[in-house]
């Protein structure tokens, strides 16, 4: 079973900048596709960006691009998102996911709020 954990979210000014940071136990890491979504108040989970196992191929959501940029570190088995240039409508619920290809399912943390202010 994957765990996966969250930390540094908070509350920043728009403009700002956060790292978040993800670390995951009880998986083979490196074979996991890991991803960052986010989920504001009465919204669905959306997409954010993710990464494969080499860190060779990252997708990354329209409305994020240029600003965060995603990492792996494999042998730490942690997945960072650089969030810089913050904006109000970045706040949401952000989660870190894992997705196996072996057994085709996908892995969630329980989020860290991130809020951004005008």
């Known amino acids: 079973q994957v765990q996966l954990v969250e930390s540094g979210g908070g509350l920043v000014q728009a403009g700002d900048s956060l790292r978040l940071s993800c670390v995951a136990s009880g998986g083979t890491f490196s074979r996991y596709l890991m991803g960052w979504y986010r989920q504001a108040p009465g919204k669905d989970r959306e997409f954010v960006a993710n990464?494969?196992?080499?860190?060779?191929?990252?997708d990354s959501a329209n409305s994020v691009k240029g600003r965060f940029t995603i990492s792996r570190d494999n042998a730490k088995n942690t997945v960072d998102l650089q969030m810089n240039s913050l904006k109000p409508e970045d706040t949401a619920i952000y989660y870190c996911?894992?997705?196996?290809?072996?057994?085709?399912?996908?892995?969630w943390g329980q989020g860290t709020q991130v809020t951004v202010s005008s």
């Open positions: 990464i494969d196992w080499s860190g060779g191929r990252i």
């Open positions: 996911s894992a997705f196996s290809p072996v057994v085709r399912r996908t892995y």
